[in-house]
Nanobody, 128 residues
Framework: QVQLVESGGGLVQAGGSLRLSCTAS??????????MGWFRQAPGTERELVSAITWRGDTTYYADSVKGRFTISRENAKNTVYLQMNSLKPEDTAVYYC???????????????????WGQGTQVTVSS
């Protein structure tokens, strides 16, 4: 059974920081075979890609709204991807989801339908 488990969410004040982590288990192939992404979804909105990283870790994507504030990284030996979130804003409030995309080496997919496996999400709430 494939599982992606997110942790690190919580309630912070604007300007604060959180680090999300996502640990995978039960994948058919090695964790390094998957590009990893972080999506978020606020109530009444579509799920959007926040950040993603290729299996080599040399190509990353950031939504314009988080550039300069968020940093994605991965530790393949630990089957874990991280999202460091700094200078948080109230508009960052959402459920954040970890997702895995098999076999993508050099191009990052930006649509949710491209990802094969999903975590259950972790709530991030930023107060003003």
């Amino acid at each position: 059974q494939v599982q992606l488990v997110e942790s690190g969410g919580g309630l912070v004040q604007a300007g604060g920081s959180l680090r999300l982590s996502c640990t995978a288990s039960g994948l058919t192939f090695a964790f390094s075979s998957y590009a990893m992404g972080w999506f978020r979804q606020a109530p009444g909105t579509e799920r959007e890609l926040v950040s993603a990283i290729t299996w080599r870790g040399d190509t990353t994507y950031y939504a314009d709204s988080v550039k300069g504030r968020f940093t994605i990284s991965r530790e393949n030996a630990k089957n874990t991807v991280y999202l460091q979130m700094n200078s948080l804003k109230p508009e960052d409030t959402a459920v954040y989801y970890c997702a895995a995309d098999y076999g993508r080496a050099s191009v990052i997919a930006t649509t949710a339908k491209s990802y094969d496996y999903w975590g259950q999400g972790t709530q991030v709430t930023v107060s003003s």
